[in-house]
């Protein structure tokens, strides 16, 4: 196994990290056990959940799974938080100070644990100064509750605008970005990467395979798999992600793959593991099957010839369709 910085930071993480959004909810707790152990067997040392994900449910199981195991001091644990956590009452959601340390303080019950590796703000607030978030997570930092701070989905400016206000008040700087990064939509490389690897950045992306649709399972006039994510969103939704467009770049994806002896899945993973400045694409097995799917991934060279081919088809910077406009609603996180 190939481990990576975590930024500037001395902290060694693999090439993949293991996205625990499914436990307790699509994924049973018995079966996330099992995909936590494997995961560890396979060289993953890098796990990510977040508050919101079923209200807490996840992080329980994550931190279930770790309990059981006694392998909690190997792996770097990384949570999230800025979602609505309750219905109907207010200052239970978004980046002030109160929301961060009431949330963090619930992060380390769920996950059974004294210390959060790396806390990340799920999304920016514009409604919030920077600063009053920065201070809320150097203090935690400072009392030994988190080690590292990142974000998720944060726009270059905002990145800028962070690492100003840590400099000009001392405090703890993020360390780390999530952003959605895949084939089909590479806006990330316009102004973000060249950002986040200006300034030392790790960069964690999320959704490496577009929701699914690099898996290679929906083809062109061919019926939805059944019990598919794209099988249980509303016709108007799917119609938008799997339009003309969308369909006609996969099918031209997929010979790149054939020809290299491996899956669609494992192509597209591995082009995004290996894009320059990438640290650890998150990977959200369902089940042990899916797990194994993605674990393959790490056996794939990427080439130039490769590269140049996947840039022909979707160029840098393009994006062929955003099908992800996550919100944090009164159920918690949804896509």
Known sequence: MEY??????????????????????????????????????????????????????????????????????????????????????????????????????????????????????????????????????????????????????YAAWQVVESLWVSRELGLNRFICEQPPYNILDRRAERELIPALRTYGYGIIPWSPLAGGLLTGKYRRDQPLPPNTRYGDIPAERRESSMGKLTMDTIEALIPLAEAKGVSLLEFSLAWCMHQPGITSPIIGPRNMEQLEGNLKALDVHINDEDRKAIDTIVPPGRVVTPHYEADFGPHGYRW
């Open 4 to 153: 990576r910085s975590l930024g500037r930071t001395g902290v060694k993480v693999s090439p993949l990290c293991l996205g625990c959004m499914y436990f307790g909810t699509r994924t049973e707790p018995e079966e996330a056990y099992k995909i936590v152990d494997r995961s560890l067997d396979a060289g993953i040392n890098f796990f990510d959940t977040a508050n919101v994900y079923a209200r807490g449910r996840s992080e329980e199981v994550t931190g279930e799974a770790f309990k059981r195991n006694g392998k909690r001091q190997r792996i770097v644990l990384a949570t999230k938080v800025h979602g609505r956590m309750a219905d109907d009452v207010q200052n239970m959601e978004g980046n002030s100070r109160r929301h961060i340390i009431e949330q963090c303080e619930a992060s380390l019950r769920r996950l059974q644990t004294d210390y959060i590796d790396l806390y990340q703000i799920h999304r920016p607030q514009s409604d919030i100064p920077i600063d009053e978030t920065l201070r809320a997570l150097d203090d935690l930092i400072r009392a030994g509750k988190v080690r590292y701070i990142g974000t998720s989905t």
